[in-house]
């Protein structure tokens, strides 16, 4: 991302805050995992998406009283030892160059700066941006800051940004929809790899590695664990276990996506493992592909992602009653028990999207209706990501192959 981008991003989220606060936000912590290793450090997204910083540890800082307005970023101390283990951290030119904060310091002073302007400033509100969806989660960064403050500080008030980040997330820029593009791209090479190794025997993780070897190679990361079902097991919606061989005849499930400078793709698509649909399996993939057109048709501004689904619903009521997958329409929550959109953006399920939200020009969503019958071993899942345009929408993925006969003829070759 461009630095101008990252320092607009930021005036736009502190322009509206008071006089007397400061707001501390946080990349995150690493969490140890056994003896000396710790799990793999996911940056904060709402952090990188303000500072372009992905390291560990850092701290942004934002002091507005009546006297000083400066942003800071506190970054790793200089450490010979720990760089000739594990190279460089963060500089504090590579810092600045990223993210157009011009006043950096080491972490070691984040304490004594903070409690410092405090003590010389009139400052009574501490902004903070906290994620939290449960109470069993472990405290994250903002939230052990906090207590911290209320032990010490208890007169300051503290007011979370999260939802407010959140929403400026939710609309994308121009840029932001290059690299989902370039996310998709390097998906849909990791398709087409899949589908020149795919036979009969196979196994769903060996699938699965022909995807991520295709990610590895245009260094993408991914944005979620590779479903390759095949199957009764397409119809498990999250199934990643993917251990089985490939049979003759059936389906196989594909959800699945390449991440770009954290950007996330996220299509599904569903394949014959024999390169040929039988009739059924035609059938069910058609209505799906009927629900899944009718859907991005009805995208535009305003329109919510409720009444996107209802439109699957109905596609589903008339079509799987005729097609005899189910008996009545009261019984299409047996073959359809998700929701047909989620945001996209640097979260898989982005943020921002709160429930009844209504779409504006630059949301990207997923559209993934699906269609599961048990009883025939019959899972298919279709997944595109749509831009919302002022006037309707642009499929971003229309490059990857999915009508019945682009997929049987190129699996032919
Ligand atoms: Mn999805």
């Not at 998406?49 to 992905?54: F, I, R, S």
């Not at 810092?95 to 400052?123: C, M, W, Y």
């Not at 389906?251 to 699945?256: H, I, M, N, S």
């Not at 589903?316 to 998700?338: F, L, M, R, T």
Request: charged share 30%; proline share 2%; net charge negative.
């Amino acid at each position: 991302m461009k630095r101008e981008t990252i320092i607009k991003r930021r005036n736009e989220l502190l322009k509206e805050n008071k006089k007397g606060s400061i707001t501390v936000l946080f990349s995150g912590d690493l969490v140890k995992r056994s003896a000396d290793s710790t799990y793999p450090f996911v940056v904060n997204r709402n952090f990188y998406y303000l500072t372009n910083c992905e390291e560990d540890s850092l701290i942004y800082v934002y002091i507005n009283t009546e006297n000083v307005s400066k942003e800071i970023l506190f970054i790793k101390d200089y450490n010979p030892l720990e760089e000739k283990w594990v190279g460089k951290s963060l500089t504090k030119d590579e810092a600045i160059h990223k993210s157009g904060i011009f006043i950096v310091q080491p972490l070691s002073q984040f304490e004594s700066i903070f409690t410092r302007t405090l003590a010389r400033n009139d400052v009574d509100t501490i902004y903070v941006d906290s994620e939290r969806d449960s109470f069993k989660q472990r405290l994250n960064e903002a939230e052990k800051f906090t207590k911290k403050l209320s032990d010490s500080y208890p007169h300051l008030k503290v007011i979370n940004i999260n939802q407010k980040i959140n929403l400026m997330r939710t609309v994308k820029s121009d840029e932001e929809i290059e690299e989902m593009k370039n996310a998709i791209e390097v998906t849909r090479e990791g398709i087409e790899f899949i589908l020149k190794n795919i036979k009969p025997g196979r196994y769903e993780y060996q699938s699965a590695a022909d995807f991520e070897y295709q990610c590895a190679l245009n260094n993408a990361k991914l944005a979620f664990d590779t479903i390759v079902a095949s199957g009764k097991d397409a119809t498990i919606l999250h199934y990643v276990t993917n251990q089985k061989p490939l049979v003759e005849n059936d389906l196989v499930l594909f959800d699945l996506g390449a991440s770009v400078n954290h950007y996330c793709a996220d299509i599904s698509r569903t394949f014959p493992v024999s390169g040929k649909f039988t009739d059924r399996q035609k059938t069910f993939y058609t209505i799906v592909l009927k629900a899944q057109e009718e859907v991005i048709k009805a995208i535009k501004p305003g329109v919510t992602l409720i009444q996107l689904n209802e439109i699957v619903r109905s596609v589903y009521k008339d079509e799987c009653v005729k097609a005899n997958i189910i008996e009545s329409e009261d019984q299409v929550d047996q073959v359809y028990y998700h929701s047909v959109s989620h945001s996209l953006g640097l979260d898989t399920h982005d943020v921002g999207l709160v429930e009844g939200a209504v779409l504006r020009p630059g949301m990207v969503v997923t559209v993934e209706p699906g269609l599961y019958s048990e009883k025939e071993s019959i899972g298919i899942r279709i997944e595109d990501d749509i831009l919302v345009t002022e006037d309707g929408s642009i499929n971003l993925s229309s490059s990857i192959l999915k009508s019945v006969e682009e997929i049987e003829t190129y699996m032919r070759l």
